[in-house]
Every structure is written in C-alpha cells, then in structure tokens.
C-alpha cells in the first residue's frame, strides 16, 4: 500500500525544486459541488474545498497538520490583556482584479461578517469582536470584548477569508481572492476551472491549471479515476475500492484524519426527541461498529462525543452510549413509547450518510423506531435540515474544526439549550491557561455526551486516491480545503 504521511509530504515539498514538473495540469475529482463560490455566507464545505488557500486567503491559516500559520497578516502583536491584536499586513499583495489588499479591506470583511444581517455560517467566530479599525494601510487593529484563546484560529476559518467591497456583488459566482490561484470558469453541474496567478505575493503555484470535477456517484467516480480521467480524488466515496488501487502501480492511497465528527444528529426540540430519555433510547440503539463496517468498510474511528479523537484533549465516552438493544427497549418504555414511534430520517449525498442510514434504520427498527428516510441533495438538506430545522433525524460529518462551541449556540439546527454549556463555553474563550482548558473541555464533552444531544457516531476518515506521480497532496484535512499551493508532478 503507498501511503504517505503528512512529514513524508513535508519532505516531499521541501525537494520539490529539483523533482517537479512545472507548467502542468492537474484534474482533481470531488464528490460535492458547492451551492455558490462564497465561503462567508454558506455552510456549505464544499465551498472551502475548492476555494480555501487556493482563491481565497485569511489573516491567519491552516498548515497541514492543523496548525495555524500567518497567511495575509505576516505577523500581529497581542496585549497584555489578549483584548487587542494588533495585525501587520503583507506588502504588495493585490487582488486578482488587480486591487490592493489593504486594511479598510479586513475592515469590511470582519464587520460585515458580524453585521446583524450577516449570512456567514460562523458568525459566533466573530461575535466577540468589539471594533476593527485600520492603523493605516497595511495595520489592523481588533478589539474583543474579553480575551478569547481561538481568536487565532479562528481567524483561519474559511468563514474569515478576506474579500474586497469592489468584487463582493458578484463572489457567489465569480469570486476574487488573493490565493495563488485564479477564478477561470464555472460549469455548473460539471466542473470548475481554477488557472495559477502570475501575481500572487507568495511562493508561486506549481501547477498551471487545475479543473476540480463533481462525481457524486461512487461508481462513476471509481470509473473516472481508473481510467485516469481524474488525477486525484480526496474523500474518495467508494472504500471497498482502495484495495483495487492499492495495488496497481498507477495508483497511490492516502488514509488520513479529518476534523469530521459524524453524527445522527437530533432535532431536540421537536418531540419526542426533546425527551433525553428517548435521545439516550435511540444512541444506545445505534451499534457504531456495524455502521462504519457498513458505511465506510471500516474506515473511521467510534466517538462518543463531538470532539476529534486525534486531539490531545480528547476524553474517550462511547461506553456513556454503547450499543444495547436492550436498554434502549426499557428506556422507551419508560419514557412512554414502549409501542414505538415514526420520526423523519433526511439524508444528505455522502455516502456516509446514505449507507450509514440504511443502516441505522434498520438498527432501530430492531427497538421499536420506524424511520421515514427521505434523501436530500446539498441545496435542499441545508434548506430543509440547516436553515429550516424541519427534520428529525439526519446524519452529517461536522468538519469544520475544534467546532464544539456550536453547542452553545441554542439556534443552531439540532436546538439543543443548554445554560451549564453556555457558561463552559463562554469560560473556555476566556481561558489561556492549557490546562484549565483541558478540564473544560473534558467537562463540555462530557455534558453533551451525557445530555444525548447527538448520537455520535465515528469520526470521518478522508481516503484520497492519486496518480503514483503526485506529490504535495494534504494527507489529513485539519480543514475542508483541497489545498493545492505545493501540488506538483514527480518527474
């Protein structure tokens, strides 16, 4: 099996000099197309995949490994009190309509994603924020209301990537950035075309073009990749596949982590969901195991919260929710429905879901819960399910990163209200001390474990399938982004 690790790839990069082939293309496949190209006013991730750090960059990044990097800030200052940061642009940097990035531009982009009439999907990153103000052009000076430890990293959300007032009318459909690639065209229903910038302020792109391609259909996208239609394809939707790939020399597999927590996420404010005991009925019915066997080909690791395993503050509680029928039988009963109920199961595209639903619903069918699954496409789930919080039953993959604060956000789509985790939450962005962050994570975890919000599931592996001759590909996905800046051809 070719598999490489993120510090194999880092050292891949740093010879690319000498091995590369520049001046070539590159067709990248993608199981989701994005419902617009604007990654401030969408859930959507499939946005981020094709235009993080590739078009659009923000003040601070992700590396690959998950850490967080200076991007269009080159450097910031922070006070005493961690209230005021104090960034330093990047000279010479223009957008790709020829447009200088300057201050008033971070101005606009931080104001208008904590406007009252903001659409950005994240807006609780920017609800501490108290004023933005430009220095002069190349200095910005942000002022939160108390000091917050992930204001950094929340800076490298693909929800804070900087835009321009001059380009914002028109960026759902032809988005202007900063990042070492340009905008070229749209195919709706096809592809999109990205070409490299002449321009770009950095180390400039490999590759001179790059065409990422929309191939739902897990059989239609093993197809294009064995006929070497597409040269990568990240979160490869077919598992059972890989061994085929694994061996033939053509191919090379990467299994990385992503920040993907999947979960049969419940609507707890819709009855019966909003009785715990029938949220802790339905976790105990779910047997995780059988559901990544099934739905992944093993691919996945059980959790028993909304918190990546990977991370070094990660508390193991999948025995709070572990599979027994028979417990989840008795706590039906006792919460009133020993004869059982009907709840809406909405599946989105992935895979992952639509496997992993038939499998669940045959799992509690077992305990008495009939499911009426319907499936959605993207446009309507985040219609339907996000906005519209008209469901029951869903599974998703949350891959955005370190993202257990959306549990104190009682608007967020699965309504879960919570007083005790709102006053964890609000302590942990005051808090800088690491260890006394560690304790309140593990109390935050262990609240929604215990509160049944979800039903957690497995946290999302990312199979990438590559031409053998690739090199500078993401491993893991610390992020949804196909970030393709260091991607180059072997010789």
Known sequence: MKRLTACALAGAMSVAGWAAQAGSDLVVGLQLEPPHLDPTSAAAGA????????????????????????????????SGDGTVYTFRLRPGVTFHDGTALDAADVVFTLDRARDDMSQNAQKALFEGIETVEALDDLTVRVTLRGPDGNFLFNMAWGDAV???????GNIKQAPVGTGAFVFDDWVQGDRITLTRNPEYWGTPAWLDRATF???SDPTAAFAAVMAEDVDAFPGFPAPENLPQFEADPRFQVLVGTTEGETILSMNNARPPLNDKMVRRAIAHAIDRRAVIEGAMFGLGTPIGTHFAPHHPDYVDLTHLSSYDPELSRQLLDEAGYGDGFTVALKLPPPSYARRGGEIIAAQLRSVGIETEITNLEWAQWLEEVFRGKDYGLTIVSHTEPFDIGIYARPDYYFQYDSAEFQTLHAALAEQTNPKKRARLLERMQTRIAEDYVNGYLFQLAIP????????????NAPTQATDLTGVYWEE
């Open 47 to 78: 946005i981020d995949q094709v235009l993080y750090a590739n078009v659009f960059e923000g003040l601070t990044r992700f590396g690959p490994d998950g850490t967080v990097h200076p991007g269009l800030a080159e450097s910031w200052e922070i």
């Open 464 to 475: 990438t399938v590559a031409n053998a001759r690739l090199r500078g590909l993401w491993v």
């Open 213 to 215: 391609r929309f191939i």
């Open 162 to 168: 900087i835009v321009a007032p001059e380009s914002i």
